[in-house]
């Protein structure tokens, strides 16, 4: 565990301080920015103003004809598209096998575990069981733990390309930053689960090798196309719930209690928040809007932090949080995963339906660990 922990601490402190992965990572903002070029292209011929198009009358706020849903979300389609190719194409299946040894030998876990783990870092949750279906009836107890934990502290690339373009503004390189953040939250995952359920197990001496799951590149296309709109639909109909149950709750509370979920999280996580490293006064917020990554989701909590919610808070508050807040740990993203994981094996289903909110927990504990590595790296 101590060689898991220098891992995690190792990489936060090359990611941020050595200038030629630095000058690495600000390459994946440039592309990030090219990717919502290109999009936009495609947005401003469907959808004309609302995609981006000129506007056709003359704007009487600044940003106010900016619609989340034809404006940001679509990218989730290119991205969607390209990732079905680069999969196809075994490049992202060749960048799994990589850094799966690097954690299968830092922590001694078994090959599917390494690769589910790894997987999770340039896919989603669901997705990165895929990797390694064969092998999921075998894992340990403990194992299973990770690869859930796993895929709640990381972010998927579809996502990270999201939340890279909200926070331009907000978080210099922040493309750079949140890859950097998931990649950091991968041996903090493993590390917080087996600590929760400790276990021991032999590697494989073989790598697991990723399935085929496109017959050609036309056909990875087409169905990364409509993987990228089903999540494009789930991400809308979940924003619109989510935050109106929050707001129904809010309704509730302030005649009641004079409080609103925000100001509780506040006061519950304020420990957690200065425990990252953030200033005293930036702690409250901070705990704000961790309190929202888990009732809600870090969607919500991204586009609060680039909106009025970050206005007031040091670039240092926000860098910090830009990690922190990097992962899939609310309680929506438990029960996709547990009904994705449980369909994949259903022999263990009722195994992984308890082992959800433990994995949440965990999945928590590590997202903070990621907030912590900047605090404690940065000036």
């Known amino acids: 565990m101590a060689a898991g922990l220098a891992l995690q601490i190792a990489l936060g402190a090359a990611l941020l301080h050595i200038p030629p992965l630095r000058a690495a990572f600000s390459l994946v903002g440039d592309a990030v920015n090219a990717l919502a070029r290109a999009t936009q292209a495609g947005t401003s011929l469907v959808f004309g103003y609302l995609g981006g198009a000129p506007l056709p009358f003359a704007e009487a706020r600044p940003g106010g004809t900016f619609i989340l849903f034809f404006g940001a979300l679509p990218i989730v389609l290119l991205v969607g598209a390209l990732s079905a190719l680069l999969y196809h194409w075994r490049v992202l ?13 830092a922590f001694g876990i078994s090959g599917a575990c390494g690769v589910s783990v790894a997987a999770n870092v340039f896919t989603g949750m669901v997705e990165a069981t895929l990797f390694i279906r064969p092998w999921l009836a075998s894992l340990s107890r403990s194992e299973l733990l990770v690869v859930m934990t796993a895929g709640l502290a990381t972010i998927s690339g579809n996502m990270l390309v999201v939340y890279a373009a909200m926070l331009a503004n907000a978080v210099p390189d922040a493309a750079g930053q949140l890859l950097a953040a998931s990649l950091v939250s991968a041996p903090a995952a493993i590390l917080a689960a087996r600590l929760m359920i400790p276990g021991e197990t032999a590697p494989e001496a073989a790598d697991i090798e990723a399935p085929r799951l496109y017959d050609s590149s036309m056909d990875a296309l087409t169905r990364g196309i409509s993987d990228g709109l089903s999540l494009l639909l789930n991400i809308m109909a979940g924003l ?35 425990a990252m490293g953030i200033a005293p006064e930036d702690a ?31 670039p240092r508050t926000k860098l910090i949080l830009s990690w922190a807040l990097c992962g899939f740990a609310n309680f929506a993203s438990v029960g996709i995963m547990v009904s994705g994981m449980g369909a994949l094996c259903p022999e263990r289903r009722a195994e992984i339906v308890r082992l959800g909110l433990p994995s949440l927990l965990a999945a928590t504990i590590a997202c903070c660990m990621t907030g912590a590595t900047v605090g404690l790296l940065s000036p």
Not at 258 to 273: D, K, N, R, S
């Open 93 to 105: 299946p060749g960048l799994v096998r990589l850094m799966s040894r690097a954690l299968r030998s």
């Open 240 to 274: 619109i719930v989510f935050v109106a149950l929050v707001a129904l709750i809010n309704m509730i509370l302030q005649p009641l209690a004079g409080t609103t979920l925000e100001a509780i999280a506040g006061v519950l996580l304020w420990p957690l928040a200065f």
């Open 284 to 314: 409250t917020a901070a705990a704000r809007l961790l309190g929202i990554r888990g009732v809600v989701n870090e969607f919500v909590a991204y586009l609060d932090m680039a909106g009025e919610g970050g206005t007031a808070l040091a």
